[in-house]
């Protein structure tokens, strides 16, 4: 069995000040967990002050985005120096919320990717179907798009996969453990058939994960950790889920 991988994704929440307080609150509620890894995407403007909390624990750290650049006039963008300067170990590529609001194509994903990777940042890759694809029975098209296009040339060594159904995403609605599963067995035949070291890969669930539905979410074979985004701001919670995993 893969140990359970559980990431906080915070978005645009959370001051330098909001996020000492939710860390120094969380570690001790977590203390002495060493079953399931654990780790926390704060804004960029957090990261700094939430390593100086987390480096004496294992709580890993991970920026929400990295762009494809080294460096250079790229207003506004961070590159995986900065990340990697800051602390990190991790970084998340492809957030559907990057590739609805900001316009990344699976091309942009797969540049990020090889960028992070070569400056030694381990990705959690994020793919997932809108409503209307899943309703129009276009899952698994979609997933081998998004797997084809995100992971051109590029081996598994250092990613995991976040499967994150649009439509389940900040709205309550959780894929069922059935359809979660189901999701994340295509994405496993897709590895074995595409790529060395497939077993290998965590495959993550995201998209309204709660205390409440982790249990029954990791009990599912395929299901190898979660992105948390609303369930991760409140410590408590977000330590439950961690619990829930193992
Ligand atoms: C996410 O942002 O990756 C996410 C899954 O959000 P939520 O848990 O709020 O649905």
Same mark, same amino acid.
């Given at each position: ?10 978005? @645009?929440?959370?001051? &330098? ?11 001790? /509620? ?35 985005? &990295? ?48 960028? +992070? ?21 276009? %899952?698994?098209? &979609? ?6 296009? !995100?992971?051109?040339? @590029?081996? /598994?060594?250092?990613? !995991?996969? +976040? ?7 900040? %709205?309550?609605? %959780?894929? %069922? ?21 497939? #077993? ?14 982790? #249990?029954?979410? /990791? ?22 889920? &961690?619990?829930?995993?193992?």
């Amino acid at each position: 069995m893969l140990k359970p991988f559980i990431a906080a994704n915070w978005k @645009m929440n959370k001051t &330098v000040g909001e996020t000492e307080e939710f860390i120094q609150s969380f570690i001790p /509620m977590i203390e002495g967990i060493t079953d399931a890894d654990i780790l926390i995407a704060p804004p960029y403007t957090s990261l700094g002050a939430a390593f100086r909390l987390l480096q004496t624990t294992n709580i890993k750290l991970a920026g929400q985005n &990295v762009h494809y650049e080294e460096k250079g006039a790229f207003t506004g963008e961070i590159s995986p120096a900065m990340l990697l300067a800051e602390g990190c170990s991790d970084v998340i590529i492809g957030h559907s919320e990057r590739r609805q609001y900001f316009s990344e194509t699976d091309e942009i994903v797969n540049k990020k990717v090889k960028t +992070a990777r070569k400056n030694s940042l381990e990705v959690i890759l994020c793919i997932g179907e809108s409503l209307q694809e899943r309703e129009g029975d276009k %899952t698994f098209e &979609v997933l081998d798009r998004q797997l084809t296009g !995100s992971l051109k040339d @590029m081996q /598994m060594a250092g990613i !995991s996969i +976040a499967y994150e159904p649009i439509w389940a995403i900040g %709205t309550g609605k %959780t894929a %069922t453990p059935g359809q979660a599963n189901e999701a994340h067995a295509f994405i496993r035949g897709w590895l074995k058939k595409n790529k060395d070291g497939a #077993e290998r890969v965590r495959i993550l669930y995201g998209g309204s994960v709660t205390p409440e539905n982790i #249990e029954i979410l /990791m009990a599912q074979p395929e299901v190898n950790g979660a992105l948390v985004g609303g369930a991760s701001l409140k410590p408590d919670s977000f330590a439950k889920i &961690v619990k829930g995993s193992i």
